[in-house]
């Protein structure tokens, strides 16, 4: 057995913050963002490294016409409507100038082009599945949604990421009736349990930043056979890292968290482990340099762990294929 190297990026722009930031606000990172697409793919490409794009299926629209013609029949009816992309738009629109925030066909087609790199999905609307509302079928629905979205491009998706990492047993039946094989869990750590489960959130904030820096719990890493397999469900492949953002005012803890992630991924590799590392593409936006230089440090030791300790690289795809 090998070490296992695995990315998964939640693709979003807009899609993940409608009801937390302002478009407008962030319109230079998202178009950093959009530029960034080929750069990422070039340094996966030079390191071998295989990639999940879990996006979400509204970027997959070229416009607003398109989008209403893709969305699903049956939406969310949450019990506070901030959350429903569906009630945003009625309220905000999708002008044609803000395009950038909510589009993505040639980004996507792009990531297509490259070996490795698995198209998944990331729902159809930033879909909240432990957010308070009536029934399932709106979840149901937003995947078929999700799924229909990616026959534009030839492509089937079998790896979901839930935004916000919120899931339950009922989703994740869902999922499997959907055909989708693989899913991207939390860390099996207390501090990474699900936001909606009602424990303080105070004190998890502070595990959570903390553990990015110095260890706060046990090995990130897991052997391939702890990866969860259920009949009925699809595999459940925990999550290591979130590779944090390079920042311009804390260049220290830019330091501790990178050398946090190459001594988790040689431990991995040392031990023969899975290490999962995930991030936003639009982490990357507001200093694109910066966060590309981070990244091919990660990507050189992971050469280095494929050198000394025959790791290799899956997207999340690729464990359906090996485990089911």
């Known amino acids: 057995m090998q070490g296992i190297f695995t990315i998964s990026l939640d693709f979003e722009l807009h899609w993940g913050v409608f009801d937390k930031k302002d478009r407008l606000g962030r319109k230079e990172c998202y178009q950093n963002t959009l530029q960034l697409i080929p750069e990422l793919l070039r340094l996966f490409e030079k390191y071998e490294v295989n990639v999940t794009w879990a996006t979400v299926g509204g970027m997959f629209a070229q416009d607003r016409n398109e989008w209403d013609q893709l969305k699903p029949s049956i939406q969310p009816d949450y019990t506070s409507e901030k959350y429903s992309a569906y009630k945003w738009v009625d309220q905000h629109g999708l002008p044609e100038d803000l395009y950038f925030a909510h589009f993505a066909p040639q980004a996507i087609e792009n990531i297509l082009q490259f070996p490795g790199q698995e198209l998944g999905t990331h729902t159809f609307a930033h879909y909240y599945c432990l957010e308070k509302q009536n029934g399932h079928e709106a979840f149901d629905a937003d995947l078929k949604a999700a799924k229909n979205t990616a026959l534009k491009f030839n492509s089937k998706p079998i790896s979901l990421v839930f935004p916000r990492n919120q899931f339950n047993e009922e989703s994740l039946r869902i999922c499997y009736l959907n055909e989708i094989k693989v899913v991207r869990s939390n860390p099996d750590k207390w501090f990474w349990t699900p936001i909606a489960d009602g424990k303080p959130q105070i004190l998890r904030k502070i595990y959570r930043t903390g553990d990015a820096y110095i260890q706060l719990g046990g090995r990130t890493s897991y052997p391939l056979h702890a990866v969860g397999v259920k009949q009925n469900e699809p595999i459940q492949l925990p999550a290591s890292r ?80 090996h485990l089911l």
Not at 245 to 256: F, G
Not at 280 to 298: A, C, Q, S, Y
């Open 242 to 321: 979130l590779l944090r953002p390079w920042h311009s005012k804390y260049s220290w803890s830019n330091t501790l968290s990178l050398r946090r992630i190459l001594k988790e991924l040689r431990t991995a590799a040392i031990h023969k482990e899975c290490y999962h590392l995930w991030w936003h593409p639009e982490n990357f936006g507001d200093f694109p340099k910066e966060n590309l230089n981070n990244l091919e440090f990660i990507l050189n030791e992971y050469e280095n762990c494929k050198k000394q300790h025959g790791m290799t690289s899956w997207n999340m795809g690729e464990y359906a294929k």
